[in-house]
């Protein structure tokens, strides 16, 4: 009975995090396409005073691209091939199956909404001008809110709950960390980060739950002995 109940409770909060992280990436678009000043010109104050410089050393441009490489396709690809091969040992064919889902998907779901919003890139030099792409969502912002997510989900029912909030600021330190480097490369806004830390976070939770893989799931890792 308890069990049911805090599995229960874990799922209403995680599609509660996920209605709200789809309401705040609605808002943020919103305000994109009808171009709504407030929103603009945070965005643009943001903009000029976290972007590096058109100026700025080959050091500093590699340490950046370094920094934000964890929200590509294929560092999540690379993370994940190990993970993949332990729960496929274990014949975790449901939880293999939502990492996978969740990992790869959300890039063309990316996509489509940065289609769909339209937004141009910052106009620096060597910045966002440099881009042809579109910029609202974020998809290394939404790429790295995804593989976080991923390991906290799969994580939690292994983890004492001290070190639960451990991960979580560990976690959270390292999506905010490559959603500044966006910003100080000068090819994101700040509202295409959060928009896109929302989707992240947002769309993890709800494949997880589609596939009944959130903590007490069927899809879920088992809970650590003791714990």
Request: aromatic share 8%; no cysteine.
């Amino acid at each position: 009975m308890l069990q049911r109940d805090s599995r229960r409770t874990t799922t209403r909060r995680a599609l509660a995090a996920a209605v709200a992280g789809i309401a705040l990436l609605l808002a943020l678009g919103a305000g994109v396409l009808v171009g709504w000043a407030p929103q603009v010109r945070l965005d643009e104050s943001v903009s000029r005073a976290l972007y590096a410089g058109d100026d700025r050393s080959v050091t500093t441009d590699v340490l950046l691209e370094v920094l934000t490489t964890p929200g590509v396709v294929w560092f999540r690809v690379v993370v994940s091939l190990p993970v993949l091969f332990w729960l496929g040992t274990r014949r975790a064919w449901r939880t293999a199956g939502w990492v996978v889902a969740a990992n790869v998907l959300v890039a063309p779901v990316t996509v489509l909404l940065k289609d769909a919003f339209g937004r141009v890139r910052p106009a620096f030099e060597n910045g966002g001008a440099g881009y042809d792409g579109l910029s609202f969502p974020s998809g290394h912002s939404s790429g790295i809110a995804t593989l976080v997510t991923i390991a906290l989900v799969l994580a939690w029912p292994r983890l004492a709950a001290r070190h639960r909030r451990l991960a979580l600021a560990a976690g959270a330190g390292l999506a905010v960390l490559v959603g500044l480097t966006r910003m100080w490369l000068g090819v994101h806004f700040l509202s295409d980060v959060v928009g896109g830390w929302a989707l992240g976070v947002a769309w993890t939770l709800l494949v997880a739950a589609a596939f009944d893989a959130l903590p007490g799931g069927r899809g879920a890792l088992p809970a650590r002995e003791g714990s």
